[in-house]
């Protein structure tokens, strides 16, 4: 998998990558990142990449000239199987895109900034928008950050048996039951005994109940999807 991310604040990308899972998945060949600085298309002495909206307003947009030539400086190299553009009037991204963006190949990433991206550039150049949650952010870098770890994790081989996803909160619709280790009794606070039974059904069948029991507590909205 090939990951590419267009953006104006190259810098605020290179901490998430440079670490953890995402730097031993590059490190194994499995995955790539590469950062574009967004700039270097742009326009004049300044290399601006945004201008005033059309029918007056706050804010600044990007323009499409200096997006579509660096989509398409990239798309010159090889085909993309996916365009995205992270905004928060996206669909609401979820476990479910994860996995569905782990099994392509290459993937491009758009990172807005100021008031978003010029309409056009969403309408002919973007084949997904994604939200990570209703609030909002300075910028899709972050957003594009999560979405590469959600992605990149997801990989086979990328994690091993200790960090494997299959266990995952959310890879089954359920959130993962309550973890405990050394010391069996913490200021008196005590793990549950039958964690340490050696009573390996009974083990899982806890922890099945204990993964529901969570989900109608805190997510019922994901066990009535
Ligand atoms: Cl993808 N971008 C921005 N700027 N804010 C967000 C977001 C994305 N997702 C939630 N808030």
Known sequence: MRIDII????ELLEGPFAHSILKRAEEKGIA???VHQLRKYGVGKHQQVDDYQYGGGAGMVMQCGPLVDCIEDLQKERSYDAILYMTPDGKRYNQSDANQLSMLGNIMII???YKGIDQRVRDHWITHEYSIGDYVLSGGELAAA???DSIIRLIPGVLNDETSALT?????DLLAPP?????EDFRGHKVPEVLTSGNFKEI???REKQALKR???RRPDLLSD
């Open 146 to 148: 999560v979405i590469s």
């Open 32 to 34: 790539e990142v590469h």
């Open 204 to 206: 899982e069948l806890w």
């Open 168 to 172: 995952d909160s959310f890879q089954d």
């Open 7 to 10: 953006t104006v604040l190259p």
């Open 179 to 183: 973890v405990y280790t050394r010391p």
């Open 215 to 217: 989900t109608q507590e």
């Open 111 to 113: 990172c807005g900034h």
